[in-house]
């Protein structure tokens, strides 16, 4: 489960994205129900910036729904439509889990560059909302947490948001991305 995640603007590209949507979106650790920066399809086709609040509200549950399983995404009604038609990313430093001592473990890639998270959002009274996508946890993952955030390869993104069937196998792939780990003091 991802439900923290890291945008800072110490890599070039999340500076850049932070500045061309003047200054919108969450910097730092970044927590549901904030508004956060999305990378969407627009009606033409074009890749664009825009603003999601992260997670799904709906009527059954006080706390939004900010994740989903990559293995049952298009069988949850809640989920399915906003898979099929209006995908997204997520660009971030990178996800926080925390382990058994319940200490917070930031997972980040072994570059300093930005990650990008795979998701999908929904129009929701006048909102637009965005889910994170998860999937089993590769090597880095595992000894920490069950599930990670389903991490797209940069070169992959249009693909991803325009391309149904390159999404959904793209779902049942493991994760190869290289990532590290950084442990923080336990929360309270």
Same mark, same amino acid.
């Given at each position: 489960?991802?439900?923290?995640?890291?945008?800072?603007?110490? *890599? *070039?590209? +999340?500076?850049?994205?932070?500045?061309?949507?003047?200054?919108?979106?969450?910097?730092?650790?970044?927590?549901?129900?904030?508004?956060?920066?999305?990378?969407?399809?627009?009606?033409?086709?074009?890749?664009?910036?825009?603003?999601?609040?992260?997670?799904?509200?709906?009527?059954?549950?006080?706390?939004?729904?900010?994740?989903? /399983?990559?293995?049952?995404?298009?069988?949850?009604? +809640?989920?399915?439509?906003?898979?099929?038609?209006?995908?997204?990313?997520?660009?971030?430093?990178?996800?926080?889990?925390?382990?058994?001592?319940?200490?917070?473990?930031?997972?980040?890639?072994?570059?300093?560059?930005?990650?990008?998270?795979?998701?999908?959002?929904?129009?929701?009274?006048?909102?637009?909302?965005?889910?994170?996508?998860?999937?089993?946890?590769?090597?880095?993952?595992?000894?920490?947490?069950? /599930?990670?955030?389903?991490?797209?390869?940069?070169?992959?993104?249009?693909?991803?948001?325009?391309?149904?069937?390159?999404?959904?196998?793209?779902?049942?792939?493991?994760?190869?991305?290289?990532?590290? +780990?950084?442990?923080?003091?336990?929360?309270?």
């Amino acid at each position: 489960m991802c439900g923290r995640y890291l945008f800072d603007l110490k *890599t *070039t590209e +999340l500076n850049r994205y932070y500045e061309q949507l003047q200054h919108l979106g969450k910097i730092g650790e970044v927590f549901p129900s904030e508004k956060v920066i999305t990378l969407a399809t627009n009606p033409a086709g074009k890749v664009h910036l825009g603003i999601t609040n992260w997670g799904f509200t709906t009527s059954k549950n006080k706390r939004r729904i900010i994740n989903a /399983r990559c293995e049952t995404v298009t069988e949850k009604p +809640l989920f399915s439509e906003s898979f099929r038609q209006r995908r997204c990313v997520f660009p971030m430093t990178g996800f926080f889990e925390w382990d058994s001592g319940k200490n917070k473990i930031l997972f980040r890639p072994t570059a300093e560059e930005a990650i990008y998270v795979g998701g999908f959002y929904r129009e929701h009274q006048n909102e637009l909302e965005s889910v994170i996508l998860t999937t089993i946890p590769n090597k880095t993952v595992a000894p920490v947490h069950d /599930r990670m955030p389903l991490i797209i390869k940069k070169d992959e993104i249009r693909a991803w948001l325009t391309d149904f069937n390159f999404a959904s196998n793209y779902c049942r792939q493991q994760c190869d991305s290289q990532l590290i +780990l950084e442990k923080s003091m336990p929360e309270n």
